[in-house]
């Protein structure tokens, strides 16, 4: 697996660098004046809040919605498996719709071999039970796996935020003082 880098990662990690060597230069007390400081301090604060704390937004807002695709699809499973066990008689099936908001209304089902599932997209395919099984496996899997990514993707995200927030300490208050 290479490395790669997004165009944000770059510029982290050369505000790093800037804020390393302002704070090694201000040691030595020979350094721009307090007002280039609260410049700096303003900037990189604008960063953080702009872009970093943005940016993690997006991703947990990402994930919460996967976290629901994948709880749907579980929902999903389980009312087929409950299906297949019952072993309901042929004919129809009486139930009620959810339409949203907690409004119900009478349903019937006449085909209790097949279902619709969302395949992504706005689309819906036909499925058997059996092969609605099999998907939903498969498609549960690949979500887990993009969930896991936005779980890393939030974690970096979050540690840039505490690099940033001690750079600007160490800026404002100097090295080792907080």
């Not at 700096?40 to 704390?53: A, I, S």
């Not at 949203?100 to 997209?121: I, M, S, T």
């Not at 890393?152 to 907080?178: C, M, T």
């Amino acid at each position: 697996v290479g490395l790669s880098f997004s165009f944000e990662a770059i510029i982290f990690l050369i505000l790093i660098l800037v804020i390393i060597a302002f704070t090694f230069c201000c040691c030595c007390k020979m350094c721009a004046s307090q007002t280039s400081v609260e410049e700096k301090v303003l900037r990189y604060e604008t960063f953080l809040n702009e872009r970093l704390k943005r940016d993690l937004q997006k991703v947990l807002k990402s994930r919460e919605k996967l976290y629901t695709d994948v709880s749907e699809y579980l929902q999903l499973k389980t009312i087929i498996e409950q299906m297949k066990v019952a072993e309901l008689p042929k004919g129809e099936l009486r139930t009620q719709v959810d339409l949203g908001c907690n409004f119900y209304v009478q349903a019937k089902v006449g085909d209790l071999e097949h279902v619709f599932v969302h395949v992504g997209f706005g689309f819906f395919v036909e499925f058997t039970l059996d092969e609605a099984l099999c998907f939903i496996e498969k498609k549960v899997a690949q979500l887990r796996v993009r969930g896991d990514l936005l779980c890393k993707e939030s974690a970096e995200i979050k540690s840039h935020i505490r690099l940033v927030i001690e750079g600007l300490r160490e800026l404002q208050f100097g090295p080792g003082l907080r």
